[in-house]
């Protein structure tokens, strides 16, 4: 299992050289990959060009780009461009995100999420390896060739459900989690994603498994601090479905936290049920949790 580093969003008025210092840093630790959310805040795929082209090669990667505001030939353009800059570094993680944002801050219908991520991805990856691509969805068309250098880049999806995971196996590298424990990842992701790959006749797939971690002597109040920082995901549906699954409670309850030797059983867990790359989303006590999943990375 690789071991990446999930990229806090920096304050201040230089939030991409601070950036950059993180990348520089994950890279300088051991770490395989480093991978930045996309909200409401910094663009993903900007930010990590801005700053990645000044920091040590590492892998980057995006934990995800909404698909539904960008048309799919724009975003391969662009993720095309990013991966040229970067000189073959990027992983391009996209999601759904959720009906709330979607329908009620960007406008658009959230009607059949599976058909257009179907829609999305038979566009996507085509455009991205510098095909022609004609295409005539029901919402998405598409008639162009791009020239853009940098194809060739893993496209990952953010897949839970069982349809998704199908899909994600059938045509994409693999899944960017969140919100997913152990117990999930092995019953539910791991086997539906690889059967699918196997009858498509694709690698296995990339299962890339973002959690939040904390090594402290006091797990309880690390569970109500994950509950308390990370409470939204406990109520969005697709992350909800996650939990209840894993049988958690909050999202706090499959956050890695404890103790080194608790934490370290953790991990190994998560590489037993099918994780490839984990990635850590520290939230509290920095210095002694990065510390512990430096020594994981470098093995």
């Known amino acids: 299992m690789r071991y990446g580093y999930f990229l806090n969003e920096p304050k201040g008025s ?5 950036l950059r210092d993180q ?7 051991g770490f395989t990959s480093a991978w930045l959310s996309n909200i409401f805040g910094l663009d993903a795929i900007t930010a990590l ?3 990645g082209v000044q920091a040590p090669p590492i892998e980057l990667g995006t934990a995800v780009v909404p698909t539904y505001p960008r048309h799919p030939a724009v975003l391969a353009q662009q993720a095309m461009t990013a991966n040229a800059a970067l000189g073959g570094r990027l992983a391009l993680g996209i999601g759904l995100s959720h009906q709330i944002v979607i329908e009620n801050m960007y406008g658009y219908s959230f009607e059949r999420p599976g058909r257009h991520m179907k829609e999305y991805l038979d566009v ?3 455009a991205s390896r510098g095909e022609h691509v004609r295409y005539q969805g029901e919402t998405i068309k598409a008639d162009l060739k791009l020239s853009t250098p940098g194809a060739g880049f893993p496209v990952l999806v953010a897949a839970l459900g069982p349809r998704m995971l199908k899909l994600a196996g059938t045509v994409a590298d693999g899944t960017v989690l969140w919100m997913t424990g152990p117990r999930t990842v092995a019953e539910h992701v791991a086997p539906a994603i690889t059967a699918a790959a196997a009858e498509a006749g694709r690698p296995a797939p990339r299962i890339v498994c973002a959690l939040p971690v904390c090594v402290t002597d006091d797990p309880e109040g690390a569970v109500a601090r994950a509950d308390e920082i990370f409470q939204v995901y406990g109520q969005l549906p697709s992350y909800r479905a996650m939990l209840d699954r894993e049988g958690a409670a909050t999202p706090g309850n499959v956050a890695v936290v404890g103790d080194e030797k608790t934490v370290l059983a953790r991990l190994e867990e998560l590489e037993r049920a099918g994780v490839t790359d ?3 989303s520290v939230f509290a006590e920095r210095e002694r949790t990065r510390s512990l999943l430096i020594g994981a990375a470098k093995g």
């Open 14 to 18: 230089d939030p991409i050289g601070g």
């Open 23 to 29: 990348i520089a840093q994950a890279a300088a630790d």
């Open 49 to 51: 060009v801005a700053a």
């Open 124 to 126: 996507l990856i085509p």
């Open 278 to 280: 984990f990635v850590g």
